[in-house]
Structures are given as C-alpha cells and as structure tokens.
C-alpha cells in the first residue's frame, strides 16, 4: 500500500504568497516604485537621537529616517505620531540587544529537553549517569 502525500491549500497558498515578497536593499536613490514612503532604520538610531525625536518636529534632519520631505510635512510632525515612532524604534532597539541572550538561553534549552527526552526522563538521566552508560 502506498501513501500518496498531499499538500494542503493553506500551504500552497502560503507558499504562493512569501514566494511573492523580495528583500530589497533599498536607498534613497532606488525609490522608483512610489512617491510617499516612510523607512526607518534602527541600526541608525541611538538613545540620544530618540530623545531628539521626541522633542523636534523637525524629522527631516534624522538620519534613520528616509522619506520624502513631502510625507513628513503631513501627520508625522503632532507629538502622538513622534512617541510611536520613538517608541517602536526603541523596542526595536531592545530586541536587537536581546537577540543574542535569547538564541543563547533557546539553545541550551533545547540541549537540555532533548538530553532528557534522549534518555527517557530526568531519572533516568540520574540512573545513566550513576551506571556510567553513554548519555
């Protein structure tokens, strides 16, 4: 008896729709799709450039962020839009810091669960390494 394995619609379509996006590095001279763009990089920002932001409707003059001067003339400039800017690039920010601790503390983790599962539970673990067999 064979087993005939199907893809399901969802992933098909899934499938369909990540194979549409392009990661495109994109600068200030290669915006040739659209005339209102907003791109905010936070690499680019520091602590002290948030505070700016918060503080200077000016957003022209920060260099983290890439837009036209016409967009930023608009809805960009009340405090409200400035805070959840500051905001999003500081938890950005935080992530970025955190990426490394994480991915460290998920790798041991996983050590560990499969080192448990490897050896059929905690005391078994314990009985393992008290006989001397392979862990």
């Known amino acids: 008896m064979t087993h005939k394995s199907t893809i399901s619609p969802f ?3 899934l499938s369909k ?13 290669n915006m040739k ?8 990089d936070p690499t680019k920002a520091s602590f002290l450039d948030l505070l700016l932001l918060l503080f200077s409707s000016n957003l022209t003059s920060a260099r983290f962020i890439d837009s036209p001067p016409d967009t930023l003339k608009g809805f960009r400039r009340s405090f409200a839009s400035r805070w959840i800017l500051a905001l999003a690039i500081f938890l950005q920010k935080v992530l970025m810091l955190l990426s490394k601790p994480f991915a460290f ?5 996983t050590y560990w669960l499969n080192l448990l ?4 539970g905690f005391f078994n673990l314990i009985l ?8």
């Open 105 to 109: 503390i998920g790798q041991k983790l």
């Open 33 to 40: 799709f659209c005339n209102s763009y907003f791109l905010v």
């Open 17 to 29: 729709v990540f194979s549409s996006f392009h990661i495109v590095r994109m600068s200030k001279t």
């Open 128 to 135: 393992n390494l008290m006989s001397g067999e392979k862990i």
């Open 117 to 120: 599962t490897a050896n059929g």
């Open 11 to 13: 992933f098909l379509f």
